[in-house]
């Protein structure tokens, strides 16, 4: 049952959730842990909620395509997933909404509420209509990035040029990854904007960068680019490219992203190289153990 579970969850890519709040909270300066703890705690909410919600809204056509996930295989009712989905998106507004009323009162305390209901919205919005629909893929980039805004809208500097190059940048590459993925159990074609926009990030960084760069710069930068490529290279399959074995190992790329970000934004400190890298390893090492998507 904790198998599955985690295999509902993706629990693997939990710590990809964890990276983008701590990114965020670096590039705002964030002080209080307490707060940190919420956004960490909400987020993680958040993300699981909406796994099961897309297990449950999806189990008509996992039970034809992929029979093998928990709920066609029968080890867990429909109902339960459902009432799970509901309760963690629940609990999961309420700890990010709780940050914002932390902070003096004002309009601004209803900030992080607000962008956390943008969360739950396009969660459901995606995981009830994402099968043939065009724009769906800007709903699950928008879950993301939306998170970077909630974290910058709890504290008094608020949100910046900074928190906007970041909530960009996740969103196309989000963005780019879901098109991607929308061939994975269907015709495997190859959706190139969708690679543009993957590397859309790097060629931003580099131009961000164009006046030199630093060495956490060149480090998170080379990181980046090598594990994206690594991840092109080892999804071929007798010279053919087979975008379900993209996926897994692109999401993982999320912690050196953020890395990326920071460094880009010249806010990269040698812990950071080490804190995100551990994030890294700990998606990759566990997506051995619990399927990416």
């Not at 964890?18 to 960490?40: F, R």
């Not at 987020?43 to 909406?50: E, F, T």
């Not at 997933?81 to 209803?110: C, E, K, S, Y």
């Amino acid at each position: 049952m904790l198998r599955t579970h985690l295999t509902l969850a993706r629990a693997s890519n939990l710590p990809t959730v964890w990276s983008n709040i701590l990114c965020a909270w670096i590039i705002v300066g964030g002080y209080s842990t307490l707060q940190l703890a919420s956004y960490l705690v909400g987020a993680s909410l958040l993300y699981i909620g909406g796994m099961y919600l897309n297990d449950y809204c999806d189990r008509e056509i996992d039970a034809l395509q992929r029979a093998e996930r928990p709920i066609p295989t029968g080890k867990i009712a429909a109902a339960t997933v459902r009432n799970f989905a509901f309760a963690q998106l629940a609990l999961g507004f309420a700890a990010i909404a709780w940050t914002g009323l932390l902070n003096d009162p004002g309009p601004t305390q209803w900030l992080p509420s607000a962008f956390a209901a943008g969360v739950v919205l396009c969660i459901v919005l995606y995981d009830t209509n994402h099968k043939g629909n065009p724009i769906a893929p800007i709903f699950m980039a928008a879950c993301r990035a939306l998170l970077y805004l909630a974290v910058a809208s709890a504290f008094a500097n608020g949100i910046d040029a900074n928190n906007l190059i970041a909530t960009g940048t996740i969103f196309v590459f989000v963005m780019g990854v879901t098109f991607l993925a929308r061939t994975e159990a269907t015709t495997n074609a190859i959706d190139y904007p969708a690679l543009a926009m993957i590397a859309a990030p790097a060629l931003g960084a580099i131009y961000y960068n164009s006046h030199g760069f630093t060495a956490e710069q060149t480090a998170a930068l080379a990181l980046f680019i090598a594990w994206i490529a690594r991840s092109f290279l080892r999804a071929r399959v007798d010279g053919r490219l087979v975008i379900g074995k993209t996926i897994g190992p692109l999401l993982a790329s999320i912690p050196l992203l953020d890395l990326t970000i920071l460094a880009t934004l010249s806010l990269a400190t040698h812990g950071h190289l080490v804190l995100f890298a551990v994030l890294f390893a700990l998606t990759t090492a566990a997506q051995r153990l619990i399927p990416a998507t």
